[in-house]
Each structure stands twice: as C-alpha cells, then as structure tokens.
C-alpha cells in the first residue's frame, strides 16, 4: 500500500485491511476488480470489509462467495474465503459456522443465487436460524450471464428471457425475499437497503455492520438484502444506474428493517465442542481408538470383488450389501456400496452394488459381477446375464428357473435359502443364510470381520442371535449340500 | 481571507475506472475526471485541487476498493469567520 503520509493531515478513510492489496486474478489487472465501472458488488463489498476492519474480526472471517458477478470475491477479501456451488452458500456457511463456532461466517449472494436456485438453502438456514450473515444483492437480473429475469426482475422489466417485459401471467411477481424471511420466527434480523444514494448508502454500511456484529455477539440469522445498481445490464450509466435504485426499485423493494430482534433474542446455547480428528473413533465407539482399517491393512493380497445383491424391498437386501462392505472395510479392502431401490418400502426391486479390492475403487458401480446374490427369481433373470465367466451364482431357490440354467460357465449355488432361514430361527433372516452360503464358498472374508460388522448394525441382541444361526445355516447349506426336503 | 481545507482526498487513477459515482456524490463537488486515461483505458477521476471537506462520502460511494483515500487536516479548522 502506497505510503499516504501528508503533512498536517490524517487518513480517515481508505482502503480497508480486509481486502487484498493487490487484485492477483490477473497479473495484467493488479490494480482493477473484474466488476464493471460503476458496479454495485463493489460498493457492498467495501461496506462489509470496512465493518470486518471496524469489528477486527479480519482474521476469523469466512467468506463464502457465490456464483455470479461475485463468484472472484475471494480475489478481493484478505480473509477465509470458500466459493461455492451455485445457491449454496447458506448450506455451506452452516457447516463451517457449525464446524468453527469462533468464525464469522459471511454468506455473500446475488439474487439469482439466492432466489432463484438457492432458494431453499437459504430458507432452511433462515428457518434454522443459523448463527450466520447473509449479504443478499438484488440488483433484478443475472448479470454474470448476460442479464436473464431473476425472481427478483421488476414488472415490466426487459431482459433476455423477458424481451417483452416481465409479465406476471407468464413470469409472476418479483419475489420479495426479506419479506418472506422477515415472516419466518427463527432470524433475528433481516433488513433492506439500496445503494441508491449517499444516505441510502450511508445507511447500509450500518446495516452490514450490524448484521456482522450481531454474529460476533453470538445472535441468530442476520441477513441484509441490498438494492443494487447494475449499469451495464441495465444499459444505463453508473449514475442513471443508481438513481434508478432511488426512485425506481425502491418502489417494488420497499427499503426498511423486517425483523430486528437484536436485543430480544435470547443467547443460542454454546455449540457443542467439536471433536479432535483423534477422538473420532473413540466417538464411533471402536475400540483402542484407533481405526481398525489402520491396523488390520492387509499387504500382498490381490482382490477385487464386485457384487452384485438383488431382491425386492423388505428381504434385507441392502443391509446384507452393507454388512459385506463394512466387514471388508473392516479386513482392510477399499470398499463401496451404492443403493438402487424403488420409491417403495416393502416389495419394490432393490439391489445394490458392493466392491470389495486391494486397491482403489475407480467407480462403484458394479455392471460385471463376478458374485450374484440373488434373492427371487425376477432377480436372477435380471442380473444373471452379466456375471463373469467363472463367477459366482447365489439364488434363493432349488430349482434353477427356465432359461437361467444355460449358464454353465459360473459357479451356481441354489438353494432354499428362506426356507433355511425359518428352520434357524426366522425366515427373514434369508440375507444372511445367503451371506453365510457367500462366505462358505468363496471365503471372500473371515467370519470375525462379518460378526464384528454384524454387531454394529444391529443392536437387538435377539437379531443379532438370530443372524448368527442364519449364517451358520447358510454356511452348512453349502458344504453338506441341504436341499430342499421334498 | 482563505482558511486551509478541512479535507484532502487522493485518488488511485490506476484503480479508477472513471465511473463518476463520487461526482454525484461529493457535497461541495470537488471531483470530476482528469485529463489522461490511466493504462486501462478509463478516463480516471481526480480532485480539483480545492473545496474537500473531508467528509469521506466519495469513499463510500466509490466502488473501488482502494480509489480513493479521504484524509483531514490535523487541528481544530476555523471556518472563514
């Protein structure tokens, strides 16, 4: 920063510490933002970094920028700063507040971002009154783009996709955000300003500044929704731009304090302390604390298994898919396991895709198995075909189904695994007959790492007996051969 | 007689990009564009030399992050009277 030293007179005001002392996004730009002359993100931008300068909270802020014309803030603030998916940043402020309670977290979103695809975003953050700030500028169109209707465009008003004008039987009604918050029983504060004129704009620095602060005196939800002027969408200059806020939006956008609850709202309850890396496993109760993964890696062993479990809804389809895939986490195998079941509860098709290897899983979908657990015939005849050569068939059932029985290249074991199930103790234990017949015949992991990741995912010690003789059962059902008794 | 001004205010012509926000801005309307384009290509804003009163608006109004510096004269000021 240039040395302002002048005799007989004091800085008052000038550029504020929160911002970078150079804009490094292009090396043939340092002296320029990317925004257009006259731009309103530069003005909210230098309200919030004055305030983060007069809070001197510059070293614990979080930015979370947008995407939009704002989507290079972090070029510009001398803070933390995380840029996000499109409408996301409410959700992802929440976690960052939520993972580091001591940081300010500045949410900072234009109106298609917010509005439009972040809209539920930032409702339920609003609604959950998370400990954030949001700077919301509403200036009526998208103008990273190329000045499409955003929810917030003004009637009449002409843009790409509203060539005519914005018609409500077409469009509907600018949406109006601060309102709709301000109605919501959990933010503590959410207020409208423009940048429309000195006074206005004098006005909205105490409004940022005080959104923030409320932050930092630990109150809920602050937001501030900015009237903002666009020149270049709006094809005016700079100063036509901003009279327009004055005497135009303001018009749609009533400015005014929706929701001031700062010296009603009752302290938030400290946030839980968050856990050390270390402590984790202790948390997921694994004993030693240490990750079992860690210790039991296995060396030298080259495996790739890819599963393939399927069945309909109800017959612990994808449970049987987890307890393999926790088991072999268990054992040291890179593991995943990837759901796909219908919209029903019970009696929809369910399968789901488990790979168990040696070395990193590429993609966890699993279109060439080389184990088929099929649990009803719809099933086999669905996912029969794709199996490997030399891989394994598992089917529920004695006799193998018409036009299934061609395949003489894979390894076929049926039996009636339901049936063998009820004998051991409760017919819908069939998964783990199933997996017992799994484990048996293709010794795929050791029967502790299966027990150990059973006893996590069940908590009924009657269950958990249960599958126990069910797995036993489907075990003997494959190396004394049992068939079905008639 | 002629009091010294209140206020001084420096403009970063490198930074400027000639919008002319501060213009409509500033009180006393002490600013206006200067004479060169700086490297981008935008005519810059500057002060005219006299008349600011160090109010500190214009740094408000610029969207700038670093344009324009406002600073005021050290001591009481007596107005011309």
């Known amino acids: 920063m240039p040395d302002l030293t002048i005799p007989g007179y004091t800085v008052v005001h000038e550029k504020p510490r929160s911002f970078y002392p150079v804009c490094e996004r ?52 001398d803070t933390g700063n995380i840029q996000v998916a499109h409408g996301r940043a409410p959700a992802v402020a929440t976690a960052v507040k939520r993972s580091r309670p001591e940081s300010i977290v500045i949410a900072y979103q234009g109106d298609g971002d917010l509005a ?27 103008g990273m783009t190329g000045g499409q209707m955003a929810p917030t ?22 949406l109006h955000v601060s309102e709709l918050l301000a109605s919501l029983e ?7 300003v423009g940048l429309g004129s000195n006074k206005q704009i004098m006005n909205a620095a105490r409004a940022v500044r ?3 602060e409320n932050q930092v005196k630990g109150l809920g939800f602050s937001l501030v929704e900015i009237l903002s002027p666009c020149p270049t969408i709006w094809k005016m200059n700079p100063v036509e731009a901003q009279r327009r806020v004055l005497e135009e939006t303001v018009k749609t956008f009533p400015l005014g304090q929706f929701r001031d609850r700062t010296k009603s709202a009752p302290a938030r309850p400290a946030a839980a302390p968050v856990p050390l890396f270390a402590e984790i496993p202790a948390i997921l109760g694994l004993a030693n604390g240490a990750s079992p993964a860690a210790k039991t890696m296995r060396s030298g062993e080259t495996i790739d298994w890819r599963v393939r479990v399927a069945g309909f809804g109800g017959q612990g389809v994808l449970m049987l898919g987890e307890v393999l895939a926790e088991a072999g986490l268990d054992a040291g195998f890179e593991v995943s396991w990837l759901p796909s079941y219908g919209p029903e509860m019970r009696s929809g098709t369910s399968n789901c895709h488990v790979r168990l290897s040696s070395k990193p899983i590429d993609s966890p979908l699993v279109l060439h198995p080389n184990v088929l657990l099929a649990m009803n015939e719809p099933s086999l005849r669905k996912f029969l075909a794709p199996v490997e050569p030399g891989g394994w068939v598992f089917y529920n059932g004695t006799e193998i189904p018409q036009g299934c029985a061609g395949r003489l290249d894979v390894h076929f074991i049926a039996r009636p695994f339901a049936e063998i199930a009820g004998n051991a103790g ?10 017992g017949a799994l484990l048996e015949a293709t010794g795929m992991l050791a029967e502790e790492r299966v027990l150990a990741a059973l006893r996590r995912r069940v908590s009924s010690g009657h269950w958990l007996e249960v599958d126990r003789r069910a797995l036993d059962g489907g075990r003997e059902a494959v190396t004394k051969g049992v068939r079905h008794e008639s | ?12 012509s490198e930074e400027c990009k000639g919008c002319a926000l501060c213009f409509e801005a500033c009180p006393p309307k002490v600013l206006r564009f200067g004479e060169l384009l700086n490297r981008y290509g935008y005519r810059s804003a500057a002060y005219a030399g006299a008349g600011c009163t160090g109010c500190g608006i214009c740094f408000f109004a610029c969207p700038e992050p670093g344009a324009i510096t406002v600073l005021r004269r050290e001591g009481r000021v007596c107005q011309n009277n």
């Open chain 1, 210 to 212: 005080r959104a923030i």
């Open chain 1, 426 to 435: 409760d017919a819908r234990s069939a998964n783990m007959t199933m997996l």
């Open chain 1, 116 to 142: 439009a695809i972040g809209a539920a975003e930032i409702l339920h953050a609003a609604n959950r009154g998370e400990p954030i700030t949001v700077i919301f500028i509403n200036n009526g169109t998208y």
């Open chain 1, 186 to 192: 959990a933010p503590v504060y959410v207020e409208r």
């Open chain 1, 153 to 174: 465009t003004l009637i009449g008003q002409t843009t790409t996709t509203t060539p005519f004008g914005r018609n409500v039987w077409n469009e509907g009604y600018p």
């Open chain 2, 1 to 12: 007689m002629t009091t010294p001004d209140r206020g001084l205010v420096l403009i970063d």
């Open chain 1, 26 to 77: 292009k090396p043939e730009m340092q002296h320029q933002t990317h925004y257009c002359p006259g731009c309103g993100h530069g003005i909210a931008h230098k309200l919030i970094a004055v305030a983060i300068d007069e809070l001197g909270i510059q070293d614990r802020t979080v930015l979370i920028s947008p995407v939009g014309c704002s989507v290079f803030a972090y070029y510009y603030f």
